[in-house]
């Protein structure tokens, strides 16, 4: 295969770029290295350090002549959507919007692009299906959200076919432990750093977190299909990737006791406002489209995540 990568130089990209070029494919990144680590670049994948709002894209994406395009690059912060919702909107709906454009000009075969759990807000009952109401809670769900919209409205009947990768908690090697979403992250660097773990709220709250392997495995899984992904009943194609499974905070801690060494306290302060008690995303779509189901255990993700953030220190 080859394909182009936006946002490869991050977490989710990096590890994707590893995958396919362990698996033999050509890479070609394109990352504008805002949150993306040069450390993270793969020099056996092409790169060009460009915003995926820079007019040059369609020509880049021309040049390249990928078979496939996983676009990845994205603000992906909630704090920073809450303090800019303009840059928010303008990389992650307008940015996926002209990254459709270039691989639909460049008669790309299949664009996958990450969508979030945050298109879905409060949930109704769980685990959350791809039908279920998208009410957003901040401007990051919202982007996401329109980005789907904007995806099929330059896909749709395109010889491009086309998904949104609903992504539920994702955790692994190379994640950022100074993003705020990345909790597992965050703890393994505190405790590598010899500090206390810190909880919001009283540990009870669940997310589905997946581990990074397995998202990389639905994206080859997704690319490789057979199958159309695109279909008409919801815009954007979503599918959720993700477990279907409630792990507690306090699960994660218990799961990373024993990985890191660590058997000392938690601390806990007060939860923050606007957090989702409770989340998970049911799966089956992805399963049934393109035959992905996720298989890493927690306490085996949580151990490899711990060996590279300890190989750090
Ligand atoms: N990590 C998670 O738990 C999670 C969950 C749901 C969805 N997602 C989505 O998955 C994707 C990857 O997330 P991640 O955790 O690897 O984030 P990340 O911040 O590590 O990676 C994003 C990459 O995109 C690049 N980028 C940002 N803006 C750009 C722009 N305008 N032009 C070109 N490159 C740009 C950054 O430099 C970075 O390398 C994002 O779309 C994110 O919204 C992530």
């Known amino acids: 295969m080859h394909v182009l990568v936006t946002g490869g130089a991050g977490f989710i990209g990096s590890n994707l770029v590893r995958a396919l070029l362990s698996g033999g494919h050509q890479v070609f990144v394109v990352d504008d290295m805002s949150t993306g680590s040069a450390a993270n670049l793969d020099p056996r994948a092409g790169f060009r350090k460009m915003d995926i709002l820079d007019d040059g894209l369609v020509e880049l994406v021309a040049q390249v002549a990928p078979e496939f ?14 303090r800019d919702p303009e840059r928010d909107r303008a990389v992650n709906a307008e940015g996926t919007r002209r990254v459709a454009a270039a691989a639909r000009a460049a008669g790309v075969r299949r664009m996958l692009s990450a969508s979030s759990a945050a298109v879905y807000g409060e949930p109704e009952s769980l685990p959350l299906q791809e039908s279920a109401s998208t009410v957003p809670m901040n401007p990051y769900g919202s982007s996401k959200l329109e980005a789907e919209g904007l995806l099929a409205a330059e896909l749709a009947g395109s010889a491009t076919d086309y998904a949104s990768l609903r992504f539920s908690n994702v955790y692994g090697p190379r994640q950022d432990a100074a993003g705020e979403g990345g909790v597992v992250a965050i703890f393994c660097d505190r405790i590598g750093k010899g500090e206390k773990p810190v909880v919001f709220g009283d540990g ?3 997310r589905d977190f997946i581990y990074v392997g397995d998202v990389v495995g639905a994206i080859v899984q997704a ?6 992904l695109a279909y008409d009943e919801i815009p954007g194609s979503p599918y959720n990737i993700s477990t279907g499974e409630r792990i507690s905070v306090d699960g994660l801690i218990m799961a990373l006791r024993p990985a890191a060494g660590y058997f000392g306290p938690v601390t806990y302060v007060a939860a923050r406002e606007g957090d989702i008690v409770h989340s998970a995303l049911d799966p089956s779509r992805a399963e049934h489209a393109f035959g992905w189901q996720a298989g890493v255990e927690l306490e ?5 995540t711990w060996r590279w953030f300890s190989a750090l220190s």
Do not use: E, K
């Open 204 to 206: 009870s709250q669940t």
């Open 69 to 82: 395009v996983v676009h990845l690059a994205a603000q992906a912060s909630v704090t920073v959507s809450l």
């Open 223 to 228: 690319l490789t299909s057979d199958a159309a």
């Open 300 to 304: 085996t993700g949580i151990a490899a």
